[in-house]
Antibody, heavy 122, light 107 residues
């Protein structure tokens, strides 16, 4: 069965960095775009970033552009996001999510990880 | 970016009732709209994609419809496990955006 498992969250001071990982299994990882979506405590869902199946295309929300870098290693079925210059407003649960339809990236996400909490605080 | 406005913010109903949740897009997104269910402490679960298609394993009591920029999620007869928060999401225009959510409470 499809599984996405995030790791790497924690408490970090403003201005510092953190790298999250998402380990995928149960599907052909190299055939699908993958996204990061976050949810601040008690708030709604916010799309953060996308990488295409081959990793050559990446897109970012304006709120993280220039600070976050998404990447993937298809050889070991893992997605990453490097988060630099973290701000208190980046505090959220971060989910990785898989595209439902490989030909229509971003139109819906059929599998999600359980999420990893990032807390940015001094 | 596309703004999705969900209504109502909160819906209080009883098991066995019919639930109708709405999502309006600020611009046409064609049929590229999805619905998700999220329970407390859990990840979102895809219910409907491309406005009307049920995702794998989703019961038939969940259905989606649309007209223009107005989208509807209908739950025909509420089960106790259906009380949760529901989000719509558009994928026609980048960036993908979500509505603010509708909380479905037990009356």
């Amino acid at each position: 069965q499809v599984q996405l498992v995030e790791s790497g969250g924690g408490v970090v001071q403003p201005g510092r960095s953190l790298r999250l990982s998402c380990a995928a299994s149960g599907f052909t990882f190299s055939s699908y775009g993958i996204h990061w979506v976050r949810q601040a405590p008690g708030k709604g869902l916010e799309w953060v970033s996308f990488t295409s199946d081959d990793g050559k295309k990446t897109i970012y929300a304006d709120s993280v552009k220039g600070r976050f870098t998404i990447s993937r290693h298809n050889s070991n079925n893992t997605l990453y996001v490097q988060m630099n210059s973290l701000r208190p407003e980046d505090t959220a649960v971060y989910y990785c999510a898989k595209d439902t339809i490989r030909e229509l990236p971003g139109t819906s996400f059929d599998y999600w990880g359980q999420g990893t909490l990032v807390s940015v605080s001094s | 970016e596309i703004v999705l406005t969900q209504s109502p913010a909160t819906l209080s109903l009883s098991p066995g009732d019919r639930a109708t949740l709405s999502c309006r897009a600020s611009l046409s997104v064609r049929n590229l709209l999805a619905w998700y269910q999220q329970k407390s402490g859990q990840a979102p679960r895809l219910l409907i994609f491309e406005a009307t298609n049920r995702a794998t394993g989703i019961p038939a009591r969940f259905s989606g419809s649309w007209s223009g920029t107005d989208f509807t999620l209908t739950i025909s007869r509420l089960e106790p496990e259906d009380f949760a928060v529901y989000y719509c999401q558009q994928g026609r225009h980048w960036p993908p955006t979500f509505g603010q959510g509708t909380r479905l409470d037990i009356k």
